[in-house]
């Protein structure tokens, strides 16, 4: 029997410590909704509170919705995700890469061997007129030109400026750039803008009336009664608040939904639930199977489906993503096997709110609420070739992000975005990046690869693949 009161006194004293603007939680299972409820509030002066009906940016958990859409079409008959990118995108040509080989498939699990790059964060400087940061005014000087239609993301894509990461199927690297595609993909076999799709096949069967993919969030204001959020940044220790939310116009299914802790809950829960919502089926159970079923093995290490992230934790299934844009962190995550979902959305950038929802799967699965999800352990024995990891790596998205691997007494660290951390191993080519200061937490986790006869050739920092250079 999950107690409340707790789990409510665990996660505002975790809201406390993290020293959050606001945060909204949700946790809806076979019963209902069973647990929701804000900490904090939604504006700088501190006058409205947040709930699990406050508005917010969801960001890349907007990912799983546009794949879901997806899945429909195709048990539908109207896509295949064997189906070559080059049917939808003729211009899309990527050197090295015959245009057969790249499938629908390889985009939605991120295996397309597109590397990390520009166009995502380019689209936000040129398109979000609000904001005027150095890190805004540095987008804006390097970016060719507006990155505001898909066209322009197919083209950049096929001039090949960056080194493929491998053919396709061969690693797993975040592209949002794939994703952009995806979008696209889902207007021409529906007929109708993703938007449209959304709206009429998930948002509305569900009861999600306070969810929307927008760009500018006029429709998420409209929505939200007043009940919305601003948009926080820490500088300097200081919190400042917006309203200008980040427009990316050919990234819209892959960031742009905006929606509440208790729309998201429910839409994770319908998932775990095999597309069933309040008793009715209201999605084809066969698409929720093509997205995160038995097509994708669950282990330990997470692995990505259809877009969510699958994981086997204490026996059970789980399912999740996260997003980070200005002004939002955001988690949500399913218990497959047991018929929960679950969301935590955050008004500040750059923070992790998984703790929140790992609280919540705590509380479903009688587990002492502080329990860590964290799949990677020191190994207790070092490892054996430092030197082929040593070396510098570099990667491409947004301002350009150098990992400095290097051997210190002996031991392996790194430094990266002017931060210096140890690495911890874990077995295998998997590191754990850790401030020297505070070892038992875990910052970034890390996993190199080889060929043979040679040094690591790159490094996954978190979700993205970093290639090695010479200076």
């Not at 592209?175 to 803008?193: I, K, R, T, W």
């Not at 955050?346 to 998984?354: I, P, R």
Request: glycine share 10%; proline share 6%.
């Amino acid at each position: 029997m999950m107690d409340f009161e707790i789990l409510d006194q665990y996660l505002g004293e975790l809201y406390e410590k993290m020293e959050l603007p606001g945060v909204s939680v949700c946790l809806a299972g076979p019963e209902g909704v069973v647990f929701e409820k804000g900490y904090g509030f939604a504006d700088g002066e501190q006058k409205r509170k947040v709930d699990a009906q406050t508005v917010y940016g969801v960001a890349s958990m907007s990912k799983s919705m546009t794949t879901l859409c997806l899945c429909m079409l195709a048990v539908e008959g109207n896509v295949s995700f064997d189906d070559p990118v080059a049917r939808y995108f003729p211009r899309l040509h990527i050197p090295g890469v015959p245009d057969e080989a790249l499938t629908l498939h390889h985009l939605a699990t991120h295996t397309s061997g597109i590397p990390p790059m520009e166009p995502l964060e380019w689209s936000i400087a040129m398109n979000t007129s609000q904001r005027d940061s150095e890190w805004i005014k540095e987008m804006r000087r390097t970016a060719p030109n507006k990155m505001e239609t898909i066209d322009q993301i197919v083209d950049y894509i096929s001039l090949g400026k960056y080194p493929q990461l491998g053919q396709p199927g061969e690693y797993m690297s975040y592209s949002n750039e794939g994703y952009a595609l995806l979008c696209y993909v889902v207007d021409q076999a529906a007929g109708m803008p993703l938007e449209r799709f959304l709206k009429e096949r998930v948002f509305e069967p569900l009861g999600m009336k306070r969810s929307v993919l927008d760009l500018d969030g006029q429709e998420a204001i409209r929505l939200s009664g007043g009940n919305i959020t601003s948009l926080f940044e820490r500088e300097e220790g200081k919190l400042y608040a917006d309203d200008a939310w980040s427009i990316l116009p050919p990234f819209r299914g892959c960031a742009q939904v905006k929606s509440t802790a208790r729309d998201m809950a429910v839409y994770y829960r319908c998932l775990a639930n095999g597309g069933r919502h309040e008793g009715e089926q209201v999605i084809d159970p066969r698409a929720v199977e093509l997205m995160i079923g038995r097509g994708f093995a669950a282990r330990k290490k997470p692995g990505y489906c259809y877009g969510l992230y699958k994981r086997e934790f204490h026996g059970q299934v789980i399912c999740e993503h996260g997003g980070a844009l200005h002004g939002v962190s955001s988690y949500g995550a399913l218990l497959k096997d047991m018929g929960y979902g679950l969301s935590a959305l955050c008004n500040l950038s750059d923070v992790e709110t998984n703790g929140f929802g790992w609280a919540m799967m705590n509380a479903v699965m009688d587990l002492p609420l502080a329990t860590s999800h964290r799949w990677q352990r020191p190994a207790e024995r070092p490892f054996s070739a430092p030197e082929m990891l040593a070396g510098s790596f570099l990667a491409h998205e947004g301002v350009p992000s150098l990992a400095k691997v290097y051997i210190k007494d002996g031991k392996l660290c790194m430094e990266k975005d002017k931060s210096e951390y140890a690495l911890i191993y874990a077995g295998n080519l998997h590191f754990m990046a850790v401030d020297p200061a505070a070892p038992d937490e875990l910052k970034i986790s890390m996993e190199f690869y080889l060929r043979q006869g040679g040094p690591a050739w790159a490094v996954k920092c978190g979700s993205r693949i970093y290639q090695r250079v010479e200076k």
